[in-house]
């Protein structure tokens, strides 16, 4: 799973068993009506196991919400929630794996657009981020990030184009103001000083 700098979050989610026999296609993936458009589901059979694999894109941070519940197998055994508050994104997530079997092998890994503040996973570089999960428990997942609000960067770049144009038409008004000025030639009554002075 990735992160953008636009709070947009990519990614894929494989569920995969052994199957225990030639019918079995092992846990399917199935995205709600609101995620359909932004969901791929396509099956998945590698190395001996079977199940199905999602493919992500473009998520807001409340439709990743929905992502945990894609599995009739696990309902909302995996619960994700993502938050902001200015310039700080926190991941907070949790993962109840107490009806899967010892020995599965269970790994999240998140990719922000800047170095990882804090987190209860493992590092793989400043920005990544990975927990290996244990089954049987309850497991926690939680990492902070701090990088620009993008609703903020909007808004500066808009604050920029209004002071741009409201200069603009500033000096659009004042070359108005100088060309229209009145040009006609100003004299002085001399005569009627030189009547005063006598």
């Known amino acids: 799973m990735g992160v953008s700098p636009d709070d947009r979050v990519s990614g894929q989610i494989v569920v995969a068993t052994v199957p225990a026999d030639s019918k079995d296609v092992g846990p399917q993936l199935t995205p709600s009506d609101s995620l359909e458009s932004k969901v791929r589901v396509q099956e998945y059979r590698q190395d001996g196991f079977v199940g199905s694999q999602a493919f992500f894109s473009n998520l807001t941070f409340g439709e990743v919400q929905q992502l945990g519940s894609m ?13 902001r508050a200015g310039d ?76 741009g144009v409201t200069l603009g038409v500033a000096l659009i008004i004042g070359a108005m103001g100088y060309l229209a000025r009145d040009r006609s030639p100003r004299f002085s009554d001399d005569r009627a000083e030189d009547k005063t002075s006598a």
């Open 71 to 83: 599995s009739s197998r696990t309902g909302n055994a995996l619960q994700l929630n993502f938050q």
């Open 88 to 163: 700080v994104v926190t991941l907070d997530g949790k993962a109840d794996l107490k009806a899967v079997p010892d020995g599965s092998d269970i790994q999240f890994s998140i990719a922000f657009p800047a170095r990882v503040a804090t987190t209860n996973g493992t590092r793989d570089g400043d920005s990544i981020v990975t927990w290996k999960l244990t089954p049987g428990e309850v497991n926690t997942m939680r990492a902070e990030v701090r990088y620009a609000d993008p609703s903020t960067r909007g808004f500066a770049g808009w604050a920029g184009i209004v002071a």
